[in-house]
């Protein structure tokens, strides 16, 4: 299936806290900001990396949702943005004891990859707008999700590349029937 290169995107928020209540308070912000979530995957050990323990604790748990509504590829600067703000509004509420309880790192699947949205520039990585980048995190080929060589370690675990393919099998409908 060939697409025209202007075909809308599934948004993909990747979450994660040591809180289940901060991941639960970021499904009900992401629904109201983005629209209904359309698939979560269950929270697994974030244990892939350090970074984020200054800031953020030990003991961290990611959880993946794609919302429903298809997303112009455009946006993704906006997106990640938009998500920024609301760690912010998190961290402001003063609800957790951490400097920031939650991270949201929104992507954009389309057939062929899944692109994620960093404020950090690499390399391998291409410069949108308002100081975003996008980095073509995993590619589908051969009826899989593939990492490239600077893929996150979480990225690419297999229980996340499923979510990812069951959610691209999601994105797929909504393109045929954009109703469902």
């Keep these: 299936m060939r697409l025209p290169p202007n075909t809308d995107a599934l948004l993909v928020v990747a979450a994660f806290s040591r809180h289940l209540a901060a991941l639960d308070w970021a499904r009900l912000r992401l629904a109201n900001t983005f629209g209904p979530i359309a698939l979560v995957a269950e929270p697994f050990d974030f244990h892939h ?4 323990a200054p800031t953020m ?3 961290l748990l990611k959880q993946l949702v ?4 298809l997303v112009a590829p455009d946006s993704l600067p906006d997106v990640k943005r938009a998500a920024i703000a609301l760690e912010a509004e998190l961290q402001e509420s003063r609800r957790f004891p951490e400097a920031r309880p939650l991270n949201l790192d929104p992507g954009l699947l389309v057939l062929g990859k899944f692109v994620l949205a960093t404020t950090k520039d690499q390399s391998h990585r291409i410069y949108l707008r308002d100081d975003i980048f996008a980095e073509v995190t995993l590619r589908f080929r051969e009826g899989e999700f593939e990492p490239w ?3 996150y370690a979480d990225y690419r675990e297999d229980g996340v590349r499923a979510f990812l393919k069951l959610a691209r099998e999601y994105y797929k409908q909504r393109l045929n029937d954009p109703a469902t």
Excluded at 49 to 52: G, I, L, M, P, V
């Design 49 to 52: 990396t350090a970074y984020y």
């Design 57 to 59: 604790g030990s003991g």
């Design 149 to 151: 060589p600077w893929t």
């Design 66 to 69: 794609a919302l429903r509504d």
